[in-house]
């Protein structure tokens, strides 16, 4: 599809905006619908929407694989670390209290890491399974 | 402090270790990571263990939410017992693997190799230890989806299909698993096993509790591999890396029978679940078809791992028959024979494994001699088959008998007739691995070595511990015993 200045064109205006709007789900996912799931899967999707009309071979050039592997293991170590910390903090797993002096900041910060983790590894996953479908090469 | 959050630990521990993994990416790296965290899984499995036994149930919640409103993980003895099973089976296994996976993987899959190890054993170890029936399938959901990777990495294009056909088959069980608790969910309000087990009786007589009962027997039934939903096992243990196949058979059946006696028992409560359900008869017959036609498929088998495959669905059939006596001393062989049977399971597939790794063969032909060619590793596979069999001063022998005495104590001569056959079609199974390896010959020129010391070691532990448990049974009996006084109370 390289060779269809519509689509080329369309294409990166509109990815800008999905990558943006992608930030917009997962930072106010505290307060509306929304969250890291949903942001992961959205952010994934521009980057896939640029594998279609660029390529495989230019998305794996934009996010090698390698960088991706260690964003889907980055993700979970961010989670968990989360429950971690409450644990040294002598509290119970992910308990958000103990993060800060004040309880609704300390689920308030909480929530907000464990979401961005959820984004990063969903994020990750999901431009992983895409190249592994598209590309016949391992991933 | 650090008592007190012991059961988080022992999930949370494999659980960031598996993302490490996948951060360092290097075979022996990776490897010694996945050790040190099986082997302090173990470490957390025992001190739980010590604990239960000690002060009995531990409740632990999440995130500071109370017990029916967040995930609660509530450890009794049959909790404790089963991970105590799935941590040290992991080290033992994991321990052997280094030398075995290098021959079987390529390098470069090492890695994610062993990341998928270690969020199998976080899925089997948080299936054991949650008191939650949501968490539970979520657990459920972690160590198939692992398992199915671990699979698919066996160096036989088969180990394709095979993982395939179990994804499907795991899938279908899994779903089903879901659509059940989600039919309690409905008709109780609630997740928490210990609520759900006080809201059902109320609700018991409707049609949404049978059905819900009767999706999650079927979808576990699937994941136990019960004889008529076993097809996708065979091919799955038969074309895994030998270090999986070990981790599996010994393992992965075990939890799921565990979840069975957890929604029998704790949940639905038996007089539910085998009386007003006739699901005591429904599995005294599929238990007793498991034991026949899966031994009698077992002879007919070429391929040694194959075999032992079978082998293991017609051990689970011995589980299911100790579950449809519905009495403590049942009960009682079904937990000794989860332990029992990992150690035997474990010990032939590493023995297997080992030969693999030597010949690059586990098919019947190719075991001409080996005896004499590797003979401590056919000492490892004879002690294990003696087990298997339920030769005296082997632990098989030790779980036979509980569940011949269970039989008589309920006068089901039947299962007693069941029970015998298949000592004796796994004496013929058996039999002809041993013939071919002693009483084949040593005409074959070839000298084949023994297997290294990183994979001999571990399988002579389990070896020796078969022959350990089968005479000295104060532990493994005491602890059975107490488990299933436990869980036939608490129903």
Known sequence: MNDNPVLRIVAKIIIPMILLFALYVQFHGDYGPGGGFQAGVIFAAGFILYGLVFGTEALRSAVPPHILRIFIALGLVLYAGVGVTTLLMEADFLAYNALSQDPVAGQHLGIFLVELGVGITVGAVMITVFLGFAGRNDP | ?491
């Open chain 2, 1 to 491: 402090m650090i008592i007190t959050q012991l059961p988080a630990l022992q999930v949370v521990i494999p659980l960031i270790a598996a993302p490490l993994c996948l951060l360092l990416y290097r075979p022996l790296a990776t490897w010694l990571l996945t050790v040190v965290t099986s082997a302090t899984a173990m470490l957390i499995s025992g001190l739980i263990l010590a604990q239960v036994l000690d002060q009995g149930v531990i409740d632990y919640t999440f995130g500071g939410w109370a017990a029916p409103f967040g995930i609660a993980y509530r450890i009794d003895l049959v909790n404790a017992y089963v991970l105590m099973i799935v941590s040290t089976i992991s080290t033992i296994v994991s321990v052997f693997a280094r030398v075995s996976v290098a021959s079987e993987i390529e390098a470069h899959n090492q890695g994610i190799f062993y990341t998928a190890w270690l969020l199998c054993l976080t899925g089997l170890l948080g299936i054991a230890i949650t008191g939650d029936a949501f968490n539970l399938f979520v657990f459920l959901e972690i160590s198939s989806l692992s398992s199915y990777v671990l699979i698919a990495m066996g160096n036989d294009r088969r180990s394709l299909t095979a993982a395939f056909q179990y994804l499907i088959m795991g899938t279908i069980g899994a779903t089903f698993i879901l659509i059940g608790i989600g039919l309690l969910y409905a008709l109780t309000g609630t997740l928490n096993m210990l609520d759900l087990a006080e809201r059902i009786p109320e609700v018991a007589n409707t049609r949404t509790a049978r059905a819900g009962f009767a999706f999650l027997t079927v979808g576990i039934g699937l994941k136990i591999a019960l004889f008529p939903l076993h097809l996708w096992l065979p091919n799955a243990y038969a074309y895994a890396p030998s270090a999986v196949s070990a981790f599996l058979a010994a393992t992965a059946t075990k939890v799921a029978v565990y979840v069975l006696l957890r929604f029998i028992f704790s949940v639905f409560g038996k007089d539910f679940a085998l009386d007003t359900m006739p699901l005591a008869l429904g599995l005294a017959i599929l238990g007793s078809s498991a034991v026949i036609f899966a031994s009698a498929i077992a002879i007919f088998q070429d391929n040694i791992k194959r075999m032992l495959a079978y082998s293991s669905v017609a051990q689970i059939g011995y589980l299911i028959l100790g579950v449809s006596l519905v009495s403590p001393a049942g009960l009682t062989a079904t937990i000794l024979h989860l332990f029992n049977h990992a150690l035997m399971k474990g010990a032939l597939f590493l023995a297997l494994g080992c030969i693999a790794w030597r010949i690059g063969s586990s098919r019947l032909g190719d075991f001409k001699g080996l005896g004499y060619r590797m003979p401590w590793t056919m000492g490892v596979f004879l002690i294990g088959s003696l087990s298997l069999v339920g030769i005296p001063m082997t632990a098989g022998f030790i779980s036979k008998w509980y569940l011949v005495l269970a039989a008589l104590e309920r006068g089901w001569w039947p299962v007693l007739v069941v029970i015998l056959a298949g000592s004796l079609l796994a004496v013929i199974y058996v039999w002809r691995v041993i013939e071919s390896a002693y009483l084949g010959g040593k005409d074959n020129e070839a000298q084949v070595g023994e297997a290294p010391l990183s994979m001999l070691i571990p399988a002579w532990i389990l070896a020796l511990a078969n022959l350990y448990f089968g005479v000295s049974t104060d532990l493994s009996v005491g602890v059975a015993t107490e488990a299933a006084t436990t869980l036939f109370g608490a129903g």
